[in-house]
């Protein structure tokens, strides 16, 4: 797996500030990440994911229609979501719109499809958060019928039956290529290769080498289930500076922002400096000089044997040109320095 490994970038449209230190407007940031995966695309990394979200801090709610803006103006960049809260959507829909992005993009849309670790979108469209897991459940069989773009027939207990019924557009070349992504829940990783698709690990803190038997776990159940192992990614966060230093002191006030307003919600306590550097150095934060990150993305490529690593880029306020920065060191520096270290 890791002989190839591609890279990409995720971003949740984070909304960010302007040189004056004003929060921008919704619409300013989703252009800006345009322009983000515009240099992705011209230093030649291999996917940028956009997650989906419905609340003030996050500016996509609608990956596919800013991944269609991008499309338009990339040439070989794969564009998917990171993730598409499935729970809470159609599954037809979901097929539609990705398809729509595929032969837009001659062949380069792919979907990430998850639970979703944010519940916004539950009340918004009128779920009951009590299925949580049921709502994915079945929705994720039916998607996983779509993929083979023939007659579907299909019943569930939450939606109306499918008889014979063809879904459109189809995916012009090939079959529509689709992740599971998972936080930590070892059923969906049984899930994935049940329905032979690759997994996506969200490995958002602690020691990246934890989410091993994850690994292991997804090959042996694609072994009973008598398929081929999937690819496996991993998402975590980071950014690129010139030195350490720099890069520490750049992250540090966003990044806690995010983490302190989200932790807020969900009953943690404000993010300590220690802890911070504990996730750089040991943790799963990739921040620090191209060298640094370099050495610690081959390191995790290597303990899991991942296909491809996605870097999310964006971190609360930080504003669009440092993100502009990182990118444009990502792609020149890390990339080149990884692919070095793997051989």
Same mark, same amino acid.
């Given at each position: ?15 960010? /500030? ?55 103006? %990339? ?8 993730? %598409? ?33 944010? %519940? ?9 958060? /009590? ?22 027939? $299909? ?87 010139? %030195? ?7 992250? $540090? ?91």
């Amino acid at each position: 797996m890791t002989a190839s490994l591609q890279f990409g970038l995720d971003t949740f449209g984070d909304v960010t /500030r302007d040189a004056a230190g004003a929060m921008l407007p919704h619409a300013q940031v989703i252009r800006n990440v345009v322009d983000e995966a515009v240099l992705a695309d011209e230093l030649g990394l291999d996917f940028i994911g956009l997650g989906e979200h419905h609340r003030a801090d996050f500016a996509i709610s609608s990956p596919e229609t800013v991944l269609a803006a991008i499309a338009s103006r %990339t040439k070989r960049i794969q564009l998917g979501s990171a993730v %598409t809260v499935l729970s809470s959507d159609d599954p037809i829909r979901v097929f539609q719109r990705f398809a729509t992005l595929d032969a837009l993009s001659n062949g380069r849309a792919e979907v990430i499809l998850g639970r979703g670790s944010f %519940t916004e979108s539950f009340p918004l469209f009128g779920f009951d958060l /009590r299925k949580y897991e049921e709502l994915f459940e079945e929705k994720l069989d039916l998607f996983a019928a779509l993929l083979a773009q023939k007659p579907v027939s $299909w019943e569930g207990k939450l939606r109306p039956p499918l008889r014979d019924q063809l879904v459109y557009p189809p995916v012009e070349n090939g079959r529509l290529k689709t992740w599971i992504g998972v936080g930590g829940s070892p059923q969906s990783v049984v899930r994935a290769a049940h329905y032979d698709l690759p997994l996506m690990l969200a490995i958002i803190g602690g020691d990246p080498a934890r989410f091993a038997p994850f690994v292991d776990l997804h090959h042996r159940a694609a072994k009973e289930f008598g398929r081929p192992a999937q690819p496996i990614g991993v998402h975590s966060p980071g950014y690129v500076a010139e %030195t350490d230093e720099e890069a520490r002191e750049e992250l $540090w006030p966003d990044y806690k922002a995010m983490r302190d307003r989200i932790g807020k919600e969900r009953g943690w306590p404000p993010m300590g400096r220690d802890e911070f550097a504990s996730e750089v150095e040991q943790g799963s934060l990739y921040a620090g000089s191209p060298e640094t990150v370099a050495r610690k993305i081959a390191r995790t490529a290597k303990t899991l044997g991942v296909a491809r690593f996605q870097l999310k880029y964006s971190a609360g306020p930080l504003p669009h040109e440092k993100l502009m920065k990182s990118i444009e060191l990502y792609g020149s520096k890390v990339v080149p320095m990884v692919r070095e270290m793997m051989g």
